[in-house]
């Protein structure tokens, strides 16, 4: 160790020490090794990931007979062993390469539609290029399609060479389903070696369910269809109502002036307010109100025909669906989701993502959150499976309001089409999609003539 002292000249107060000291070899060294072990470590441990990657359960019973026998025939001279392992080395030499050329392509997934129907094939198009330098042996090519897989056959292909290869996926249930990654795979005849390439490239299919046009007639069923005048007074509307006098206050653009010229005093004029029909879909997402899947997608398929329909008809439109309650909070939350009701497109959006619950709110508290979340209701659907009894479907009805007509859309596969009353409740059970159209019109017809009657 050595120390240096500097100081400074005479009239300058205080004083500046330098010390240095030369550490020894030992620290360095540690670091050093410390260092080194990382390496190593992390270069094992990504070695020994490419290695269970690459080698199959049947190469590794290739390397433990080509082990044992090279052994074997080593140690006790078995000429078999020697023979046996020496074959089995060969077997996997020749696997090696077949591995190469993964990375060689270029691959790209084209597909003919990013909105299908449920039921429908999904058609696509791979587009598979050689990018390298080297001619790639004959390979193979998985497209991950939801929870299947799609395998292509992938030829020999000379540099700067590509190949197109057609998909068609047939019957894709409703939901979203992720196309991709496509992942290609090179490995030997005999399946010893594998090895993968996967691309980042991935699609969305949103699978609709499938709907049926509702009759717009249906619409009839709606009392206040073009706006119907309530019993509250305002001072501008489309529906007169009288004249009365003048007030300070009252807008000169309401004075009725033949009226002022004969009373010889300001009379303006009054109208009630009309509301425009508002209508609500309230789809059950309760796993324990349906018999089977099925019959929970007829159910999806219900309401998002109705809901459809009606946003072609112009209607203001809620679409209402329970939400899933955690476990911890089931009983003390309460909570609904509204699905985006501003084109039909982005609606079924929203119908390909519902999915049954074990745990959500009765139908009845979900009809009753969605008149509290929405404005004044003229009609409201409420769909659900054949599990519902005629007790919950009274109490989902009391949810709404007097003036709200309530339809109760039951889906059973087992039922036959039929329209029914339940007190002020009106009940039809479909069967199967096709029956939708007919129940409606009929409902619709029954509507006119009995506000004709009235």
């Known amino acids: 160790m050595s120390e240096h002292t500097r100081t400074q000249p005479t009239g300058v107060d205080g004083s500046t020490t330098v ?16 260092s080194a072990g990382r390496r190593v470590h992390t270069a094992t441990t990504s070695a020994r990931r490419a290695v269970a990657q690459t080698v199959s359960p049947a190469g590794w019973l290739v ?25 089995s ?3 996997l030499l020749m696997s090696v390469p077949f591995l190469f050329g993964a990375r060689g392509y270029d691959v790209r997934v084209r597909l003919a539609h ?46 700067g060479r590509d190949v197109a290869r057609p998909v068609s996926i047939p019957a894709l249930r409703r939901g979203v389903v992720t196309v991709g990654p496509p992942t290609a795979v090179r490995t030997d005849p005999v399946g010893l070696l ?12 949103y ?29 501008a509307d489309m529906s007169f109502h009288d004249i009365r006098p003048y007030v300070p206050g009252d807008a000169r653009r309401q004075i009725h002036w033949k009226s002022t010229a004969k009373t010889g005093q300001l009379m303006v004029r009054q109208f009630e307010e009309t509301r425009r029909s508002r209508l609500a879909v309230v789809l059950s997402l309760k796993r324990a109100e349906y018999a089977s899947d099925d019959e929970f997608e007829l159910g999806v398929s219900v309401a998002a025909s109705l809901a459809v329909q009606a946003l072609r008809d112009g209607r203001d439109l809620d679409v209402v669906t329970g939400a899933a309650i955690p476990r911890a909070v089931r009983g003390r939350m309460r909570s609904i989701e509204v699905l985006q009701a501003g084109t039909p497109r982005g609606l079924l959006d929203g119908f390909s993502r519902l999915t049954e619950l074990e745990h959500t709110m009765a139908l009845s508290e979900v009809c009753r959150l969605a008149v509290e979340a929405s404005e004044a209701l003229s009609l409201a659907f409420v769909v659900c499976g054949s599990k519902t009894t005629p007790l919950q479907l009274r109490q989902a009805a009391l ?40 129940l409606m019109l009929r409902g619709a017809q029954s509507a006119a003539v009995t506000g004709a009657t009235a």
């Open 19 to 34: 010390r240095s000291a030369r550490r020894g070899w030992l620290v360095p060294a540690v670091l050093s090794a410390v």
């Open 63 to 87: 390397v433990t007979l080509a082990t044992a026998g090279l052994a074997l025939g080593w140690v006790f001279g078995w000429v078999e062993a020697l023979v046996a392992g020496l074959a």
């Open 89 to 91: 080395l060969a077997l």
């Open 114 to 159: 990013e909105r299908m129907v449920a039921g429908d094939p999904l058609q696509a198009d791979i587009q598979i290029r050689n990018v390298g330098r080297h001619t790639t042996l004959p390979g193979r090519l998985d497209l991950p399609v939801g929870d299947g897989l799609v395998e292509l056959g992938m030829p020999l292909l000379r540099p």
């Open 194 to 205: 594998r090895r993968e390439h996967e691309w980042d490239e991935r699609h969305e299919i």
């Open 207 to 235: 699978v609709h369910p499938r709907t049926v046009a509702v009759p717009s007639t249906s619409a009839g069923m709606i009392r206040d269809l073009e706006g119907n005048p309530s019993r509250r007074l305002v001072d």
């Open 399 to 438: 949810g709404f309001s007097a003036g709200t007509a309530v339809v109760a859309v039951v889906c059973d596969q087992q039922a036959p089409p039929r329209t029914r009353p339940l007190g002020a409740l009106t009940v039809m059970t479909v069967g199967v999609l096709p029956d939708l159209p007919g």
